[in-house]
């Protein structure tokens, strides 16, 4: 026996095969026309850049602090705990400074802030978090750890300044 098809059976059938699932191709056009956003030049300033680092480095904190509490400040996180907030935070070099922790750690920016943050509290200064430039791609974000008017550290992070032009 010999399945005999017309030519405009086989035309509609290549056709419909063709075509796709229509949601498929909807999802697909959403996911096309969020990475063309993706790539449009933006005009941004510096003080745009900065002040999103800044609300992002403060909504990290802000989770931190609602996640760990005062147990963050009681001991140095393990470098196991650290490592795990670098990959689910999706940032660079996430630090918890200590008075403890070695100065050999620490990169120039880093030391020069930590030291700052310990004279502005010896002087009896208020310490506010802290956006620095770190070359073109970088910035770095430090937030003081004070405990009844005592310094007891820094958050240290870094911000990809590409990221952050991206979600502007």
């Not at 403060?58 to 931190?64: E, H, V």
């Not at 196991?80 to 940032?91: A, E």
């Not at 100065?103 to 002087?123: D, K, T, V």
């Not at 770190?134 to 911000?159: A, N």
Request: aromatic share 10%; hydrophobic share 40%.
């Amino acid at each position: 026996m010999s399945l005999n098809f017309s030519p405009v059976y086989l035309v509609f059938l290549i056709f419909l095969a063709s075509c796709g699932d229509p949601a498929e191709q909807q999802a697909n056009r959403e996911k096309l026309i969020e990475g063309l956003d993706d790539h449009k030049i933006k005009k941004v300033t510096e003080e745009q850049i900065l002040s999103a680092a800044y609300q992002h480095g403060n909504r990290i904190i802000d989770l931190l602090d609602s996640l760990y509490g005062d147990s963050l400040y009681r001991a140095s996180m393990s470098r196991l705990q650290l490592d795990s907030l670098n990959g689910v935070m999706n940032h660079q070099g996430f630090k918890l400074v200590t008075l403890a922790t070695p100065l050999a750690e620490l990169s120039e920016y880093e030391l020069a802030l930590f030291e700052a943050y310990q004279y502005s509290a010896q002087q009896g200064q208020t310490l506010n978090q802290n956006v620095q430039s770190i070359g073109d791609q970088y910035l770095l974000y430090t937030h003081p750890m004070v405990r009844e008017k005592e310094f007891l550290g820094m958050w240290s992070f870094l911000l990809s300044r590409k990221t952050l032009i991206r979600n502007l």
